[in-house]
């Protein structure tokens, strides 16, 4: 099976996607038919290292894995309106 189009809200890189927590993702099936999966955490992880290349090193994969959880965690943060304004995080970083 193939990712055919990723969902709203799936991170798309390099020809692979991969659905955030609690996502769906669209996969074509070998006999053409396009199916609407539900996809768990362990899923997506497996997912995004049969993505990396065969010469990815585990840190390789871990680095993928941990880009990912950041990736998740912002986007709760953001869905829960824990957010710093741009002009908050210029003064942080200009102190």
């Known amino acids: 099976m193939a990712c055919t189009r990723p969902a709203a809200g799936a991170i798309v890189s390099?020809?692979?996607c991969l659905p955030l927590a609690g996502?769906?993702?669209?996969?074509?099936?070998?006999?053409?038919r396009i199916v609407t999966m539900e996809i768990t955490?362990?899923?997506r992880a497996i997912e995004a290292l049969q993505a990396m290349p065969e010469h990815a090193?585990?840190?390789d994969a871990i680095e993928r894995l941990c880009f990912i959880a950041r990736?998740?965690?912002?986007?709760?943060q953001s869905d829960a309106r824990q957010l710093v304004s741009h002009d908050d995080v210029k003064r942080q970083f200009l102190l």
């Open 14 to 16: 390099r020809g692979w």
């Open 41 to 43: 955490e362990k899923q």
């Open 71 to 76: 990736i998740e965690e912002g986007l709760r």
């Open 23 to 32: 996502g769906k993702h669209e996969t074509q099936l070998d006999d053409g």
């Open 57 to 59: 090193t585990i840190d």
